[in-house]
């Protein structure tokens, strides 16, 4: 297989601190279609989950309305991590600590997904919770510690360095 065969396909979780029409969460739900469009627009974006609204914000996952998820595909890790941290997407990184809870494990995984194929919100928590579980394996990881598509070598797993302004809660 070559390497075009091959997407990633990434999650991100989140319990937000109020409901979504409420004026905490108004800045994040006004930057919901600018930040999607930029992604969009990005370079090696391929798709994103979205609902009705055109964004992922309505699309529960469990019984918990306040839990949110966020998923994409893109043409490669490099291209994902340009966008989320190094473009204007990275303030709005900044900014979840004023509209997230704190987390208390991963709330975020990647994984490769054969080119075209479209991961459902049930695969991408059986996916986040297997690195919560297990830790980051080619079969779910995340850009501190990721693992190249199956048609490459296996490598021992680089850190991409995030901003640290982006990562974690201070």
Same mark, same amino acid.
């Given at each position: ?39 969009? =627009?990005?370079? /090696? *974006?391929?798709? %994103? ?7 992922? #914000? @309505? ?28 473009? =204007?997407?990275? /303030? *709005?990184?900044? %900014? ?7 987390? #208390? @494990? ?45 048609? @490459? ?18």
């Amino acid at each position: 297989m070559a390497k075009s065969d091959w997407h990633l396909a990434q999650l991100n979780v989140g319990r937000i601190v109020a409901p979504t029409d409420s004026p905490v969460l108004a800045d994040f739900m006004n930057a919901l279609d600018r930040i999607n469009a930029l992604a969009e =627009a990005s370079p /090696g *974006f391929v798709w %994103r989950l979205q609902g009705d609204s055109g964004n992922a #914000t @309505e699309i529960l996952t469990t019984p918990d309305p306040y839990f949110l998820i966020n998923m994409s595909v893109w043409e490669s890790i490099e291209t994902l991590f340009e966008f989320v941290y190094r473009s =204007a997407h990275t /303030g *709005f990184m900044v %900014r979840r600590r004023e509209w997230f809870e704190r987390p #208390t @494990e991963a709330y975020q995984v990647l994984w490769w997904v054969p080119a075209g194929y479209r991961p459902s919100p049930q695969e991408a928590l059986a996916r986040l919770a297997h690195l919560q579980a297990h830790g980051a394996s080619p079969y779910a990881f995340t850009f501190k510690e990721h693992f190249p598509p199956p048609y @490459e070598p296996l490598v021992p797993p680089s850190d991409m360095k995030p901003e640290p302004y982006c990562v974690g809660w201070a």
